[in-house]
């Protein structure tokens, strides 16, 4: 359920910039890595609690995320796509290489209290029904209108009014904060982080899936997808090859 939930809120995520505004993104895996290594960070070297490090691995991730938007918004289609994806990867490279995160041999979570599962769970439901209703009421506002505009449209969106920057900026700011959440629980739940992993591509092919499988622009489709696939994942995991 845990695993569930998280993959649920993930699949919104990715669904509200592909599905719903036409940002087809390859590389949210970096904001699951960077607030990975956060948390790993700041309870490990710097001895913090574990919500500190939740809370500095969302700030870095929508600071990179605005950081990227002045660069990513001035593509579109598949250059944006693999532009994305091509950042992930240099950033995969480079905590590979940087010394201060023990390179390639990862880091591990050190919290004084390691959370119950019950506690994850908790914890990981909380944050998937958040992102179901921050998604849910952003949709039908005026913003959510315009989002939806400039997915069938972007020049004719604004030609009309909607401000394409603005509204690609709150839309990727919204799911770099959600999806490093995400991460930074998906850290507490393993112990430890990796470059290979956390930065692997193998996140976004799981949020595509589950968007795909249940639904593309539609609220349900994530929910719905990420039940199958967790489920799949879990059941499939016994049949080497097949999974």
Not at 142 to 151: D, V
Not at 231 to 238: D, G, T
Request: net charge positive; proline share 2%.
């Amino acid at each position: 359920m845990f695993k569930i939930f998280l993959y649920i809120t993930m699949g919104t995520m990715w669904n509200l910039m592909s599905g719903f505004t036409g940002m087809t993104s390859l590389g949210q895996q970096v904001f699951i890595g960077i607030a990975g290594y956060s948390v790993a960070v700041m309870t490990s070297t710097y001895k913090m609690s574990m919500w500190l490090g939740l809370l500095v691995g969302a700030v870095i991730g929508v600071v990179f995320a605005l950081i990227l938007s002045f660069v990513l918004f001035r593509m579109r289609g598949m250059y944006f796509a693999v532009a994305t994806w091509l950042i992930a990867e240099a950033v995969r490279l480079w905590f590979n290489s940087w010394a201060f995160v023990k390179q390639g041999a990862g880091m591990t979570v050190a919290v004084k209290q390691i959370p119950k599962v019950r506690e994850l769970y908790i914890y990981a439901l909380t944050l998937m029904i958040i992102a179901l209703v921050v998604v849910f009421a952003l949709l039908r506002t005026k913003t959510g209108l315009g989002l939806t505009a400039m997915r069938d449209d972007a020049d004719a969106s604004s030609s009309v009014g909607v401000n394409i920057f603005k509204s690609k900026l709150l839309c990727y700011l919204i799911c770099s904060v959600f999806i490093a959440l995400c991460g930074g629980l998906f850290a507490l739940q393993k112990g430890s982080v990796l470059p290979s992993s956390s930065f692997g591509i193998d996140w976004t092919v799981a949020m595509v899936f589950i968007v795909i499988l249940g639904g593309v622009g539609t609220m349900a489709g994530p929910i719905l997808g990420g039940i199958i696939y967790v489920i799949l994942s879990e059941f499939l995991a016994h049949f080497p090859g097949w999974s």
